[in-house]
């Protein structure tokens, strides 16, 4: 491991705006700040909005600048990307966020049931190849129920074609309410009044790279109810084309076309 990331991971460490929890210590134990965020973290009341696969933490940020009387918590495994938002955070002197750090497919472990009111899902890895690890997929779903108040909005804003696809897909099998959704969000047609600021306001630094690449970026968000059965959708969905900055280049799955 680099000097760098060495030096980041001790910041992180130190940081009072960031938790670390390993894998071993989730299921070894209750987490004690389940169900406490609130009080014990932020201190105040106000609603808690989770961006999961925060990356280097922009949009966790950029939320939480635009919307100060909601807290927002960034998560991610990657200490070393997680640590730019989370020293800029704390350099700022914000309040109202915060950032966790370890693995997703746990998530329903770190937070009680009605105890977040919305997800973003930013820029997430598609997962062609398996579906369980896809964040709009029924084994995430079904996390995101535990804890997500009934009827709770989850965004997903993406580059991918795949992942908005199976979603919209998803949606349409589970008969789930779409609020808002647009292929290219930065169209002279999208309306920003009916999906508000904060999808189009706040760039990270990939989403400007697939700008740049004249990839569009699409923008799909839904309420997500406590009760009903799920189940996944049976349908195949083209691959994306093209290698991403961070993903594998193709699935290992036949394409259909």
């Not at 999808?199 to 923008?219: F, H, L, N, P």
């Not at 084309?241 to 193709?250: C, H, L, N, T, V």
Request: proline content about 4%; hydrophobic content about 35%; some cysteine.
């Amino acid at each position: 491991m680099s000097k760098g990331k060495l030096a980041k991971f001790a910041e992180m460490a130190q940081n009072p705006l960031v938790v670390e929890c390993p894998m071993a210590a989730v299921m070894q134990e209750e987490f004690p700040l389940k169900g406490r965020w609130r009080e014990d973290f932020f201190h105040n009341e106000n609603p808690i909005v989770l961006e999961l696969g925060c990356g280097r933490g922009e949009y966790t940020v950029g939320l939480g600048r635009q919307k100060p009387e909601v807290n927002f918590i960034g998560v991610d495994i990657k200490g070393a990307r997680m640590w730019t938002g989370a020293k800029e955070a704390l350099q700022s002197g914000m309040k109202n966020v915060g950032f966790l750090r370890t693995n997703i497919e746990f998530i329903h472990r770190f937070f009680a049931p009605n105890e977040v009111s919305e997800i973003w899902l930013t820029f997430s890895d598609p997962q062609m190849k398996k579906v369980t690890k896809r964040l709009t997929s029924t084994y995430f779903l079904e996390r995101y129920r535990r804890f997500l108040i009934d009827g709770g909005l989850i965004h997903l804003k993406t580059d991918s074609n795949f992942l908005f696809t199976y979603t919209e897909e998803m949606l349409r099998t589970n008969g789930i309410e779409v609020v808002f959704k647009t292929r290219n969000l930065y169209s002279p047609s999208s309306s920003r009044e009916e999906m508000g600021e904060e999808a189009s306001s706040i760039q990270t630094y990939y989403e400007s790279m697939w700008q740049a690449r004249g990839i569009d970026i699409k923008y799909l968000c839904f309420r997500l109810q406590q009760v009903g059965a799920l189940v996944e959708p049976n349908v195949e969905i083209p691959l994306d084309e093209y290698r991403s900055y961070s993903r594998e280049k193709r699935s290992g799955i036949e394409k259909h076309v």
